[in-house]
């Protein structure tokens, strides 16, 4: 029988994931939905730990059973933030948890000192206490070091792919440390080792860089309105137009993608009080922690959307690269631009 039960005869408990990428947190609610559907309909519901005041609406989904049998995941992201108080209700509340709801506490704070950032009050809860007796509480430290080359090994077993060993050093060396990232960077591996299957060394230098490079004037050029920058402008849309006549090993599409998904995730964290975990200094820093503060989450959420749909479109064979570089490029320079109509701010994406 699959851990999270079947849909009818036993309930699926609840689940504490601690990690501090979002992206990895999403493939693992993932991962537990397919489980809990068995192929079915399942519904995936979000709220935040950090809102305030706490979500009313919360302890609704949580207890209402659903008419229809059918299942859900209901997500608690940022629950770290959550005082002790918070966390005495849950222990309450969990006790009537709908036998269709599957819910999900995700602790998002960065560990220290290689231990995950969990309350030191929240160990003593009932609820605690249960996931540990159940083994329901799944952690990992984000995309480090000593888990990258696993994450390497699953992504090349699942995409039926031959790793080697060089290519597999020279990716460690390569890839950002974030999985959003790296995702998008290895989609563009993928891509490029063809029918062959095999992904060796040379590959590996499609990555694009991670640090202070041409992408940051780029993406500055393109945050600025035309008429503030018009040489910046121009010479974006130039090389725009000179990547159709670049070989196709030479083309900008996949590294401005994992560049901007990087870039991304940087500012989500300068927005989220995790200042601590950006790995840029100096003017770099200081220009992207402005360009957040304005885009805030409902923004930079929108970017992450539009390099996500960008990235599938060509891996999946709908869209041509050639065209989406330049309907990519338009897309994010009206989202970049100062006057860009954005949702209020502080709204959830």
């Known amino acids: 029988m699959s851990p999270l039960g079947t849909r009818a005869s036993v309930r699926p408990g609840f689940r504490f994931l601690i990690c501090p990428d979002a992206e990895l947190l999403r493939r693992r609610v993932e991962a ?43 997500a608690l992201r940022r629950a770290e933030t959550l005082k002790a108080e918070a966390w005495d209700r849950l222990d309450e509340g969990i006790k009537l948890a709908a036998s269709t709801v599957l819910p999900v506490f995700c602790l998002e704070g960065r560990w220290k000192d290689g231990k995950p ?52 050093r020279a990716l460690i ?38 640090e202070d490079m041409e992408f940051f004037e780029f993406m500055r050029a393109l945050s600025a309105s035309p008429g503030a920058d018009p040489q910046g402008f121009r010479e974006v849309w130039a090389r725009v137009l000179d990547d159709h006549l670049r070989p196709s090993g030479d083309k900008i599409l996949f590294q401005l993608l994992g560049y901007v998904a990087w870039q991304a995730r940087q500012m989500w964290m300068l927005v989220s009080g995790e200042e601590s975990k950006v790995r840029l200094g100096g003017p770099s820093r200081a220009a992207l922690t402005r360009m957040a503060q304005r885009l805030g989450r409902a923004g930079i959420a929108k970017i992450i959307e539009l390099t ?13 690269p050639d065209d989406t570089l330049e309907l990519y490029v338009a897309e994010l320079s009206a989202l970049l631009q100062p006057d860009a109509a954005l949702a209020a701010p502080g709204k959830r994406p």
């Open 117 to 168: 950032p969990v309350p030191h009050f929240l160990p003593r809860r009932g609820l605690w206490q249960t996931a540990e007796k159940h083994d329901w509480i799944w952690q990992s430290p984000g995309l480090t070091d000593a888990s990258l080359p696993k994450f390497l090994d699953d992504w090349a077993a699942e995409r039926g792919l031959a790793l080697e060993p060089q290519a597999k």
């Open 32 to 74: 537990l939905s397919a489980g809990l559907g068995k192929g079915a309909q399942v519904d995936r519901k979000v709220f935040w730990g950090d809102d305030e005041p706490f979500p009313p609406a919360y302890w609704a989904e949580l207890t209402t059973q659903n008419l229809f049998s059918t299942p859900s995941v209901l």
């Open 308 to 320: 996500l749909d960008a990235n599938l479109g060509v891996i999946g064979g709908t869209r041509r």
């Open 173 to 210: 060396d390569a890839l950002p440390r974030d999985a959003l990232a790296a995702g998008l960077e290895l989609d563009k591996i993928e891509l490029a080792a063809g029918d062959a299957r095999s992904v060796g060394a040379e590959l590996a230098q499609l990555i694009a860089p991670h």
